[in-house]
């Protein structure tokens, strides 16, 4: 059974625990991977963010993720991620999460995964989290070497061609 696809307006800001090495690595994970920058990742943890800004205050935005999309709606906690994972093109991950039968266990284990998330991170979790942001930049390194290399070839070609104006111009 496959999960609806939910609708989200973006761009999409999210708010996030910078000083969670877990919550930083999953972001870093999602920002190398936002081609499209449907996202503005805000680090809220930090002393000059102005938490009154957006009605509310710190334990709140730090004890779940928060999002909000331009047309001023709010997301928080496993929705957040669901909306994170459709925006960078991790479908398969977000209808996992939004799937009937895993998003009720998510929105329960959720609680828990904050509450030990500084813990976790003393694991090393967030280190597995930075194998993927890496994965995913060396694909984006590797595709735009790609188009390069291809965009040379048809200089080259052209050249030899003697039309390298045109294949520029392209």
């Known amino acids: 059974m496959k999960a609806k696809n939910l609708e989200f307006i973006y761009p999409l800001t999210v708010y996030f625990d910078g000083a969670c090495k877990l919550c930083a690595s999953e972001i870093d994970n999602i920002a190398a991977r936002d ?13 000059s963010f102005d938490y009154a800004a957006l009605g509310t205050n710190r334990d709140a935005m730090l004890n779940e993720i928060h999002a909000r ?35 009720p266990l998510a929105m329960r284990f959720y609680p ?30 590797s595709q735009l070497l790609r188009k390069r290399a291809e965009s040379a070839n048809v200089n080259s070609a052209a050249c030899r061609n003697g039309t390298c104006q045109r294949a520029a111009e392209l």
């Open 69 to 103: 999309a331009t047309d001023g709606t709010w997301l928080r906690g496993v929705d957040v991620f669901i909306a994170m994972y459709q925006a960078v093109d991790l479908g398969v991950v977000a209808n996992a999460l939004a799937h009937p039968i895993v998003k």
């Open 112 to 141: 828990w995964l904050v509450r030990n998330r500084y813990y976790l991170s003393q694991l090393g979790l967030h280190e597995v989290l930075g194998l993927f942001a890496h994965t995913a930049r060396r694909k984006e390194a």
């Open 35 to 47: 081609i499209g920058q449907r996202l503005v990742l805000v680090d809220c943890n930090t002393p």
